[in-house]
T-cell receptor, first 111, second 116 residues
Protein backbone atom coordinates (compact mmCIF):
# COMPACT_ATOMS: atom_id res chain seq x y z
CA UNK A 1 0.00 0.00 0.00
CA UNK A 2 1.10 3.54 -0.71
CA UNK A 3 1.96 5.92 2.06
CA UNK A 4 -0.36 8.50 0.49
CA UNK A 5 -3.58 7.55 -1.23
CA UNK A 6 -5.05 10.12 -3.55
CA UNK A 7 -8.59 10.05 -4.81
CA UNK A 8 -9.98 10.18 -7.31
CA UNK A 9 -7.24 9.06 -9.64
CA UNK A 10 -8.90 10.73 -12.59
CA UNK A 11 -11.53 13.42 -12.83
CA UNK A 12 -13.11 14.94 -15.91
CA UNK A 13 -15.49 17.85 -15.37
CA UNK A 14 -17.02 20.76 -17.20
CA UNK A 15 -15.80 24.31 -16.82
CA UNK A 16 -17.46 26.04 -13.89
CA UNK A 17 -17.94 22.94 -11.76
CA UNK A 18 -16.45 22.49 -8.31
CA UNK A 19 -14.31 19.55 -7.28
CA UNK A 20 -12.43 18.13 -4.32
CA UNK A 21 -9.33 15.98 -4.38
CA UNK A 22 -8.31 13.96 -1.35
CA UNK A 23 -4.97 12.81 0.02
CA UNK A 24 -5.20 10.25 2.82
CA UNK A 25 -2.82 8.29 4.99
CA UNK A 26 -2.74 6.36 8.21
CA UNK A 27 0.44 8.17 9.22
CA UNK A 28 0.83 11.55 10.87
CA UNK A 29 2.89 14.17 9.10
CA UNK A 30 4.54 17.37 10.22
CA UNK A 31 3.72 18.99 6.90
CA UNK A 32 2.14 18.21 3.56
CA UNK A 33 2.57 19.76 0.17
CA UNK A 34 0.42 20.01 -2.92
CA UNK A 35 1.90 20.23 -6.40
CA UNK A 36 0.46 20.70 -9.85
CA UNK A 37 2.18 19.24 -12.88
CA UNK A 38 1.43 19.90 -16.52
CA UNK A 39 2.41 17.42 -19.25
CA UNK A 40 6.10 17.53 -20.07
CA UNK A 41 6.97 19.74 -17.15
CA UNK A 42 8.13 19.34 -13.59
CA UNK A 43 5.77 19.71 -10.61
CA UNK A 44 5.15 23.18 -9.28
CA UNK A 45 4.56 23.69 -5.59
CA UNK A 46 1.14 25.13 -4.81
CA UNK A 47 1.11 25.15 -1.03
CA UNK A 48 2.61 23.69 2.11
CA UNK A 49 0.36 23.03 5.12
CA UNK A 50 1.92 22.45 8.50
CA UNK A 51 -0.74 22.92 11.19
CA UNK A 52 -3.58 20.47 11.89
CA UNK A 53 -6.85 22.00 10.72
CA UNK A 54 -5.07 24.64 8.68
CA UNK A 55 -6.87 26.08 5.68
CA UNK A 56 -5.01 27.92 2.95
CA UNK A 57 -6.51 29.62 -0.05
CA UNK A 58 -4.87 30.29 -3.37
CA UNK A 59 -7.38 32.11 -5.56
CA UNK A 60 -10.00 29.47 -6.42
CA UNK A 61 -8.05 26.69 -4.68
CA UNK A 62 -8.66 25.86 -1.03
CA UNK A 63 -6.32 23.50 0.79
CA UNK A 64 -7.08 21.93 4.14
CA UNK A 65 -4.87 19.88 6.43
CA UNK A 66 -6.76 17.42 8.61
CA UNK A 67 -6.94 18.03 12.33
CA UNK A 68 -4.91 14.89 12.97
CA UNK A 69 -2.45 15.77 10.21
CA UNK A 70 -3.09 12.49 8.43
CA UNK A 71 -5.00 13.78 5.45
CA UNK A 72 -5.56 16.77 3.27
CA UNK A 73 -7.96 18.02 0.66
CA UNK A 74 -7.81 20.37 -2.28
CA UNK A 75 -11.02 22.05 -3.36
CA UNK A 76 -11.28 23.94 -6.63
CA UNK A 77 -14.16 26.32 -7.13
CA UNK A 78 -15.47 27.11 -10.61
CA UNK A 79 -12.85 25.04 -12.38
CA UNK A 80 -11.34 26.39 -15.57
CA UNK A 81 -9.58 24.60 -18.45
CA UNK A 82 -6.33 26.09 -17.19
CA UNK A 83 -6.69 24.00 -14.04
CA UNK A 84 -6.17 20.86 -16.08
CA UNK A 85 -3.16 18.90 -14.87
CA UNK A 86 -1.85 16.30 -12.47
CA UNK A 87 -2.30 17.21 -8.82
CA UNK A 88 0.10 15.57 -6.41
CA UNK A 89 0.27 15.58 -2.66
CA UNK A 90 3.59 14.86 -1.01
CA UNK A 91 5.10 14.49 2.44
CA UNK A 92 8.60 14.49 3.76
CA UNK A 93 10.14 11.42 5.34
CA UNK A 94 10.57 11.40 9.10
CA UNK A 95 14.24 12.10 8.53
CA UNK A 96 13.15 15.17 6.61
CA UNK A 97 15.32 14.40 3.66
CA UNK A 98 13.04 13.21 0.89
CA UNK A 99 9.56 13.62 -0.52
CA UNK A 100 7.11 10.82 -1.05
CA UNK A 101 4.35 11.52 -3.53
CA UNK A 102 0.81 10.28 -3.68
CA UNK A 103 -0.39 8.56 -6.80
CA UNK A 104 -1.78 11.78 -8.18
CA UNK A 105 -5.13 12.97 -9.43
CA UNK A 106 -5.35 13.73 -13.10
CA UNK A 107 -7.84 16.54 -13.66
CA UNK A 108 -9.31 17.49 -16.99
CA UNK A 109 -11.55 20.51 -17.21
CA UNK A 110 -13.50 20.73 -20.45
CA UNK A 111 -14.53 24.11 -21.84
CA UNK B 1 10.50 30.82 -6.23
CA UNK B 2 13.86 29.22 -6.80
CA UNK B 3 14.79 28.07 -10.29
CA UNK B 4 16.06 24.66 -11.25
CA UNK B 5 17.02 23.82 -14.80
CA UNK B 6 17.56 20.53 -16.57
CA UNK B 7 19.46 19.79 -19.72
CA UNK B 8 18.64 18.39 -22.15
CA UNK B 9 14.86 18.70 -22.07
CA UNK B 10 14.50 15.88 -24.52
CA UNK B 11 16.95 13.25 -25.75
CA UNK B 12 16.72 10.27 -28.05
CA UNK B 13 19.52 7.73 -27.94
CA UNK B 14 20.27 4.30 -29.28
CA UNK B 15 20.15 1.22 -27.14
CA UNK B 16 23.50 0.52 -25.50
CA UNK B 17 24.66 4.12 -25.34
CA UNK B 18 24.93 6.29 -22.24
CA UNK B 19 23.10 9.53 -21.63
CA UNK B 20 23.93 12.28 -19.16
CA UNK B 21 21.27 14.58 -17.74
CA UNK B 22 22.22 17.75 -15.90
CA UNK B 23 20.32 19.43 -13.10
CA UNK B 24 21.30 22.92 -12.02
CA UNK B 25 20.05 25.21 -9.29
CA UNK B 26 20.28 28.66 -10.84
CA UNK B 27 19.77 31.05 -7.95
CA UNK B 28 20.51 29.10 -4.81
CA UNK B 29 22.90 26.54 -3.45
CA UNK B 30 21.37 23.09 -3.40
CA UNK B 31 22.68 21.08 -0.50
CA UNK B 32 20.51 18.17 -1.56
CA UNK B 33 19.29 17.11 -4.97
CA UNK B 34 16.82 14.41 -5.81
CA UNK B 35 16.23 12.41 -8.96
CA UNK B 36 12.80 11.09 -9.84
CA UNK B 37 11.44 8.95 -12.61
CA UNK B 38 7.93 9.30 -13.93
CA UNK B 39 6.11 6.93 -16.24
CA UNK B 40 3.25 8.17 -18.41
CA UNK B 41 0.21 9.17 -16.39
CA UNK B 42 1.87 8.07 -13.18
CA UNK B 43 3.23 9.82 -10.15
CA UNK B 44 6.88 10.56 -9.42
CA UNK B 45 9.05 7.82 -8.02
CA UNK B 46 12.18 8.79 -6.15
CA UNK B 47 15.27 7.15 -7.57
CA UNK B 48 18.03 8.62 -5.43
CA UNK B 49 19.04 11.40 -3.10
CA UNK B 50 22.38 13.10 -3.43
CA UNK B 51 24.18 15.47 -1.13
CA UNK B 52 26.97 17.63 -2.42
CA UNK B 53 30.31 15.93 -2.15
CA UNK B 54 29.03 12.56 -1.03
CA UNK B 55 27.72 9.39 -2.64
CA UNK B 56 24.10 9.24 -3.62
CA UNK B 57 21.59 7.19 -1.66
CA UNK B 58 19.56 5.01 -3.98
CA UNK B 59 16.04 3.80 -3.38
CA UNK B 60 15.33 0.12 -3.27
CA UNK B 61 15.23 -1.41 -6.72
CA UNK B 62 17.26 1.32 -8.40
CA UNK B 63 20.54 0.06 -9.83
CA UNK B 64 23.32 2.40 -8.81
CA UNK B 65 25.65 1.10 -11.51
CA UNK B 66 23.04 1.81 -14.16
CA UNK B 67 22.00 5.24 -12.92
CA UNK B 68 25.17 7.07 -11.98
CA UNK B 69 24.64 10.21 -9.95
CA UNK B 70 27.25 12.86 -9.32
CA UNK B 71 26.68 15.92 -7.17
CA UNK B 72 29.99 17.64 -7.63
CA UNK B 73 28.99 21.13 -6.64
CA UNK B 74 26.25 22.97 -4.78
CA UNK B 75 24.60 23.93 -8.05
CA UNK B 76 25.01 20.87 -10.25
CA UNK B 77 23.99 17.23 -10.14
CA UNK B 78 24.17 14.82 -13.04
CA UNK B 79 22.37 11.57 -13.76
CA UNK B 80 23.99 9.25 -16.27
CA UNK B 81 21.92 6.41 -17.65
CA UNK B 82 24.49 3.83 -18.68
CA UNK B 83 23.99 1.26 -21.41
CA UNK B 84 20.47 2.51 -21.95
CA UNK B 85 17.70 0.15 -23.00
CA UNK B 86 14.22 0.91 -24.31
CA UNK B 87 12.75 0.18 -20.87
CA UNK B 88 14.79 3.11 -19.51
CA UNK B 89 12.68 5.44 -21.63
CA UNK B 90 10.94 7.72 -19.21
CA UNK B 91 10.56 11.26 -17.90
CA UNK B 92 13.37 12.06 -15.48
CA UNK B 93 12.89 14.96 -13.08
CA UNK B 94 15.33 16.43 -10.62
CA UNK B 95 14.62 18.61 -7.64
CA UNK B 96 16.82 20.63 -5.37
CA UNK B 97 16.63 21.91 -1.86
CA UNK B 98 18.74 24.54 -0.21
CA UNK B 99 19.74 24.69 3.41
CA UNK B 100 17.22 27.44 4.06
CA UNK B 101 14.14 25.67 2.74
CA UNK B 102 13.31 22.84 5.12
CA UNK B 103 9.97 21.99 3.59
CA UNK B 104 10.32 22.74 -0.06
CA UNK B 105 11.95 21.18 -3.04
CA UNK B 106 12.16 23.02 -6.31
CA UNK B 107 11.68 20.89 -9.37
CA UNK B 108 13.33 21.05 -12.72
CA UNK B 109 11.27 20.93 -15.93
CA UNK B 110 12.17 17.32 -16.58
CA UNK B 111 14.04 15.42 -19.29
CA UNK B 112 12.26 13.05 -21.59
CA UNK B 113 14.51 10.17 -22.52
CA UNK B 114 13.63 7.90 -25.41
CA UNK B 115 15.83 4.90 -26.08
CA UNK B 116 15.39 3.33 -29.49
Amino acid sequence: TQLLEQSPQFLSIQEGENLTVYCNSSSVFSSLQWYRQEPGEGPVLLVTVVTGGEVKKLKRLTFQFGDARKDSSLHITAAQPGDTGLYLCAVESNAGNMLTFGGGTRLMVKP
Amino acid sequence: GAVVSQHPSRVICKSGTSVKIECRSLDFQATTMFWYRQFPKKSLMLMATSNEGSKATYEQGVEKDKFLINHASLTLSTLTVTSAHPEDSSFYICSARGAGSPYEQYFGPGTRLTVT
